[in-house]
């Protein structure tokens, strides 16, 4: 899949002509510099970069190679087949850093300016630099930070859906709980480079990751009789740092943390070779963090067999026995660990498997899954791939508008937005199955998808943090912080993925209506699917934000716990998308949390998920949506009444447990529902560590920056024309104020009562008659309110005592029912 990975590619010694020309003409228009000194991507060295007009933008947009001048070295590359042969054997001579070329016009001359209108010393980049998916050629290669070691091998798992629910692990009472030896009396079988930690930080990457030859990292067998696992995980969302074999089928594993971090311990995804059938292994991880886990109730690890796949096409499947989930009995006096332990018999000898936390799924899978959509040519005419972004390491961020072609600009304003994301937190791929789902049920040509395409427009940010799916994070970016904890930052160089986010979301705020957000995630310590919402404040659509979820439940009974969810909006989740967004104007704002267990409710009860149940939800969720918008709001006005009574359960409980009796019959509305609800430090969060010491000192300085620049452009006013206008005003409102006090003089009212604006008197248009006559009329500027952000309308007075199961055929087939919303004053197409 990555051909550039397995040949290097050898320079031209002597140039010839053309190659220099082209040289040149790519260097003129500040793509390629003599000097390979590329645009730094952590904050840190903006001011450096800034100051030095000599750092100009070149081809690699992640690598900064310590801001020293380099020549031009040996990289691989892939590159577009839409550039022609000669061309691209020029170019590629030219830089083997540049990132991929989509279109061989390069055209832009203009200069990038900041956000406080200074001029940056480089090139903007031209948005037709962007990667774009061809129709024949490879893939863009991750690119990984310069430190981490990469096998050159292409990893690639089958899907499969067990024949058999898989049950949860009963525990027995008898299993036993190792103890921690540690290399002292074992032997270390597989051990990484040191890795970075808290302290450091992200400065460059590169296709490949470390340069050099990569070392065997595994034990050298004996011979055919050597009982020895190889164990490996230098491949695409890879965690294992080290494992110690401390028996002969006994070993003890220790997971990397989240790079540039000291902590965030839990994905795991690693491969094993040299297996016997017959024996008995035991796996025990040794340094998680959390004391609770799904592990303790059942939950079993995930398990692939190489051999398997290829003769019989099974799949991932759970396997494991004796598993427990204890606390370490060797504590480093800073914090406690805990220990995973379980046993397992591989099906075949000699045969090649992975243990993994969840499902995986990589950034490479989503770059196959968007090239099938851009390749069909019925898909790609309603879903439009565009990159959002690149990541701090370069790798891009895509961003899909899906949506049918609209007949008239009218029609196309008046749809509203629907924003969906997932892997902002990279261990948590159920999200990405989820979202998989989605994508294959509204790029379908099913009626309900065709008719959710007619009436909405969806944004759709499918891996938001592809950096740390790479290198196999759990929660943090290469930033060395929880993205989901920093929505609103002002570092764009430091996380560009949010702020990029944010900032779409934000425009498409001021185009038109966003009727719902939703960011998909992943839970470790609770069972089903649930979501965390937004208590609303305003009693015009109170318990509206609850609505979606109660109708999701009913939609997916054996998946989605209702009870589950929460509303509370906590000081410490300010930083999050879903507060975030809510925030921004969004009332149908939420996290969706699907567990990596299973489900505890209906006919899935005590079985683990599959990826064909979390893709299910995917398309819940256009179901839920169709109810959710149904203009007969039967089903609206019906879960508001169960959610009345709901509340009013869960009220009277609160009181029994406080030993209190109150008569809600009247006040019972006016409890603020923060006071009932627990808060969600059950989740599966992390509070905020801040910024990087390396970002504090740019963060102060923006801010400080950016007050003056408000300040400033309050004070001055940018045309004469407003000038003039202004000083109107000001004279508009004393003669205003003069007359309102005479007028209350002459009436005995109190100085100071406030005059109706709209029944002005006479008085002054008597007085100010002879100067408005010889003044140039004044045009008048109409100011439309600013459009309701409120996603949900006022449901209709008649209702039906029964949830109906089956769908309003005028609400699915028909155009004709469709909800008719006012038009923009700026028609767009989407």
Same mark, same amino acid.
């Given at each position: 899949?990555?051909?550039?990975?397995?040949?290097?590619?050898?320079?031209?010694?002597?140039?010839?002509?053309?190659?220099?020309?082209?040289?040149?003409?790519?260097?003129?228009?500040?793509?390629?510099?003599?000097?390979?000194?590329?645009?730094?991507?952590?904050?840190?060295?903006?001011?450096?970069?800034?100051?030095?007009? #000599?750092?100009?933008?070149?081809?690699?947009?992640?690598?900064?190679?310590?801001?020293?001048?380099?020549?031009?070295?040996?990289?691989?590359?892939?590159?577009?087949?839409?550039?022609?042969?000669?061309?691209?054997?020029?170019?590629?001579?030219?830089?083997?850093?540049?990132?991929?070329? *989509?279109?061989?016009?390069?055209?832009?001359?203009?200069?990038?300016?900041?956000?406080?209108?200074?001029?940056?010393?480089?090139?903007?980049?031209?948005?037709?630099?962007?990667?774009?998916?061809?129709?024949?050629?490879?893939?863009?290669?991750?690119? %990984?930070?310069?430190?981490?070691?990469?096998?050159? +091998?292409?990893?690639?798992?089958?899907?499969?859906?067990?024949?058999?629910?898989?049950?949860?692990?009963?525990?027995?009472?008898?299993?036993?709980?190792?103890?921690?030896?540690?290399?002292?009396?074992?032997?270390?079988?597989?051990?990484?480079?040191?890795?970075?930690?808290?302290?450091?930080?992200?400065?460059?990457?590169?296709?490949?990751?470390?340069?050099?030859?990569?070392?065997?990292?595994?034990?050298?067998?004996?011979?055919?009789?050597?009982? !020895?696992?190889?164990? +490996?995980?230098?491949?695409?969302?890879?965690?294992?740092?080290?494992?110690?074999?401390?028996?002969?089928?006994?070993?003890?594993?220790?997971?990397?943390?989240?790079?540039?971090?000291?902590?965030?311990?839990? %994905?795991?995804?690693?491969?094993?070779?040299?297996?016997?059938?017959?024996?008995? $292994?035991?796996?025990?991880?040794?340094?998680?963090?959390?004391?609770?886990?799904?592990?303790?109730?059942?939950?079993?690890?995930?398990?692939?067999?190489?051999?398997?796949?290829?003769?019989?096409?099974?799949?991932?499947?759970?396997?494991?026995?004796?598993?427990?989930?204890?606390?370490?009995?060797?504590?480093?006096?800073?914090?406690?660990?805990?220990?995973?332990?379980?046993?397992?018999?591989?099906?075949?000898?000699?045969?090649?498997?992975?243990?993994?936390?969840?499902?995986?799924?990589?950034?490479?899978?989503?770059?196959?899954?968007?090239?099938?959509?851009?390749?069909?040519?019925?898909?790609?005419?309603?879903?439009?791939?565009?990159?959002?972004?690149?990541?701090?390491?370069?790798? !891009?961020?895509?961003?899909?508008?899906?949506?049918?072609?609209?007949?008239?600009?009218? +029609?196309?304003?008046?749809?509203?937005?629907?924003?969906?994301?997932? #892997?902002?937190?990279?261990?948590?791929?159920?999200?990405?199955?989820?979202?998989?789902?989605?994508?294959?049920?509204?790029? *379908?040509?099913?009626?309900?998808?065709?008719?959710?395409?007619?009436?909405?427009?969806?944004?759709?940010?499918?891996?938001?943090?592809?950096?740390?799916?790479?290198?196999?994070?759990?929660?943090?970016?290469?930033?060395?912080?929880?993205?989901?904890?920093?929505?609103?930052?002002?570092?764009?160089?430091?996380?560009?993925?949010?702020?990029?986010? #944010?900032?779409?979301?934000?425009?498409?705020?001021?185009?038109?209506?966003?009727?719902?957000?939703?960011?998909?995630?992943?839970?470790?310590?609770?069972?089903?699917?649930?979501?965390?919402?937004?208590?609303?404040?305003?009693?015009?659509?109170?318990?509206?934000?609850?609505?979606?979820?109660?109708?999701?439940?009913?939609?997916?009974?054996?998946?989605?716990?209702?009870?589950?969810?929460?509303?509370?909006?906590?000081?410490?989740?300010?930083?999050?998308?879903?507060?975030?967004?809510? #925030?921004?104007?969004?009332?149908?704002?939420?996290?969706?949390?699907?567990?990596?267990?299973?489900?505890?409710?209906?006919?899935?009860?005590?079985?683990?998920?599959?990826?064909?149940?979390?893709?299910?939800?995917?398309?819940?969720?256009?179901?839920?949506?169709?109810?959710?918008?149904?203009?007969?709001?039967?089903?609206?006005?019906?879960?508001?009444?169960?959610?009345?009574?709901?509340?009013?359960?869960?009220?009277?409980?609160?009181?029994?447990?406080?030993?209190?009796?109150?008569?809600?019959?009247?006040?019972?509305?006016?409890?603020?529902?923060?006071?009932?609800?627990?808060?969600?430090?059950?989740?599966?969060?992390?509070? *905020?560590?801040?910024?990087?010491?390396?970002?504090?000192?740019?963060?102060?300085?923006?801010?400080?920056?950016?007050?003056?620049?408000?300040?400033?452009?309050?004070?001055?006013?940018?045309?004469?024309?407003?000038?003039?206008?202004? $000083?109107?005003?000001?004279?508009?409102?004393?003669?205003?104020?003069? !007359?309102?006090?005479?007028?209350?003089?002459?009436?005995?009212?109190?100085?100071?009562?406030?005059?109706?604006?709209?029944?002005?008197?006479?008085?002054?248009?008597?007085?100010?008659?002879?100067?408005?006559?010889?003044?140039?009329?004044?045009?008048?500027?109409?100011?439309?309110?600013?459009?309701?952000?409120?996603?949900?309308?006022?449901?209709?007075?008649?209702?039906?005592?029964?949830?109906?199961?089956?769908?309003?055929?005028?609400?699915?087939?028909?155009?004709?029912?469709?909800?008719?919303?006012?038009?923009?004053?700026?028609?767009?197409?989407?």
């Amino acid at each position: 899949m990555f051909p550039a990975l397995e040949t290097e590619v050898k320079q031209e010694s002597l140039p010839d002509p053309y190659e220099d020309f082209m040289y040149h003409h790519l260097q003129y228009y500040g793509y390629f510099k003599g000097h390979r000194g590329s645009l730094p991507t952590s904050a840190t060295h903006q001011h450096v970069w800034k100051n030095n007009p #000599r750092y100009l933008l070149s081809g690699s947009f992640g690598e900064r190679q310590g801001m020293v001048p380099d020549p031009l070295q040996k990289e691989k590359l892939l590159w577009p087949t839409c550039i022609s042969s000669p061309v691209h054997r020029q170019i590629e001579a030219v830089s083997r850093d540049s990132l991929m070329l *989509s279109s061989p016009l390069l055209k832009s001359r203009q200069l990038l300016h900041d956000e406080f209108g200074e001029v940056s010393p480089c090139l903007r980049e031209p948005r037709d630099l962007f990667t774009f998916f061809s129709s024949s050629g490879p893939l863009q290669a991750p690119r %990984w930070p310069i430190e981490c070691e990469v096998i050159k +091998e292409n990893l690639h798992h089958i899907e499969w859906v067990p024949p058999q629910p898989e049950y949860f692990y009963q525990p027995t009472g008898n299993e036993k709980l190792p103890e921690i030896v540690g290399e002292e009396k074992g032997t270390v079988v597989f051990q990484l480079d040191s890795v970075s930690t808290e302290g450091s930080y992200f400065t460059s990457s590169r296709v490949g990751g470390k340069r050099g030859i990569i070392k065997e990292l595994a034990v050298t067998l004996q011979g055919p009789e050597d009982k !020895t696992l190889l164990f +490996e995980s230098r491949f695409e969302s890879g965690n294992l740092q080290k494992a110690v074999r401390v028996d002969t089928y006994e070993y003890e594993l220790t997971l990397r943390t989240d790079l540039y971090t000291n902590k965030h311990t839990q %994905w795991f995804y690693f491969r094993v070779q040299n297996t016997r059938k017959d024996a008995t $292994y035991r796996f025990t991880i040794v340094n998680l963090l959390k004391p609770k886990s799904l592990y303790t109730i059942g939950m079993k690890p995930l398990m692939y067999s190489q051999l398997d796949a290829k003769t019989h096409n099974i799949g991932w499947r759970r396997e494991g026995n004796e598993i427990r989930y204890y606390k370490n009995n060797r504590d480093d006096g800073q914090q406690a660990f805990y220990c995973l332990t379980w046993t397992i018999q591989f099906p075949h000898d000699q045969d090649t498997c992975f243990f993994a936390h969840f499902y995986p799924y990589t950034y490479t899978d989503l770059q196959c899954y968007l090239l099938s959509v851009a390749n069909n040519p019925v898909q790609s005419q309603f879903c439009k791939l565009r990159t959002l972004c690149r990541s701090l390491a370069g790798n !891009t961020v895509y961003l899909l508008t899906i949506t049918n072609p609209s007949r008239t600009p009218q +029609e196309a304003a008046a749809k509203k937005a629907v924003v969906l994301s997932a #892997r902002v937190h990279p261990g948590e791929s159920n999200g990405s199955w989820i979202m998989k789902g989605f994508l294959d049920f509204i790029l *379908s040509n099913s009626p309900d998808a065709q008719l959710l395409r007619d009436i909405f427009v969806f944004k759709v940010v499918p891996m938001l943090n592809p950096d740390g799916v790479i290198v196999g994070n759990y929660r943090c970016s290469l930033a060395g912080r929880d993205l989901n904890r920093h929505y609103k930052t002002i570092l764009k160089e430091s996380f560009p993925c949010i702020w990029y986010t #944010r900032n779409m979301i934000k425009r498409l705020l001021e185009e038109r209506e966003v009727l719902l957000y939703c960011d998909f995630h992943g839970h470790s310590r609770k069972n089903n699917i649930f979501l965390y919402g937004c208590n609303n404040n305003d009693r015009k659509y109170w318990l509206h934000e609850r609505v979606f979820p109660l109708m999701l439940s009913k939609n997916a009974p054996d998946k989605f716990s209702f009870h589950s969810c929460n509303f509370k909006v906590q000081k410490c989740k300010e930083g999050t998308g879903r507060v975030v967004m809510w #925030r921004m104007g969004i009332l149908n704002s939420y996290t969706m949390e699907s567990t990596f267990g299973g489900s505890t409710l209906g006919n899935k009860r005590d079985t683990h998920f599959t990826t064909e149940d979390l893709k299910s939800l995917g398309y819940h969720v256009c179901d839920t949506l169709l109810d959710f918008c149904d203009p007969d709001r039967t089903k609206f006005m019906q879960c508001l009444t169960e959610l009345k009574e709901l509340l009013q359960q869960e009220i009277h409980k609160k009181f029994n447990e406080l030993g209190q009796d109150m008569d809600l019959e009247g006040s019972w509305s006016d409890i603020c529902l923060s006071d009932i609800e627990s808060s969600t430090s059950g989740s599966d969060s992390s509070l *905020s560590d801040g910024l990087p010491v390396h970002l504090l000192n740019v963060a102060d300085e923006l801010n400080q920056k950016k007050k003056m620049y408000k300040k400033k452009k309050k004070k001055l006013l940018q045309t004469r024309k407003q000038q003039n206008e202004q $000083y109107q005003k000001n004279n508009w409102m004393q003669e205003l104020k003069l !007359t309102e006090d005479a007028l209350s003089q002459l009436h005995g009212r109190d100085k100071g009562t406030s005059l109706d604006p709209s029944k002005m008197p006479s008085l002054i248009l008597t007085k100010n008659k002879e100067r408005m006559q010889t003044e140039k009329p004044r045009s008048t500027v109409s100011c439309s309110p600013k459009r309701s952000t409120n996603s949900s309308q006022e449901p209709a007075p008649d209702m039906k005592s029964h949830w109906s199961r089956n769908r309003y055929p005028a609400t699915k087939r028909g155009r004709a029912a469709m909800t008719v919303y006012p038009s923009l004053h700026i028609y767009t197409y989407p």
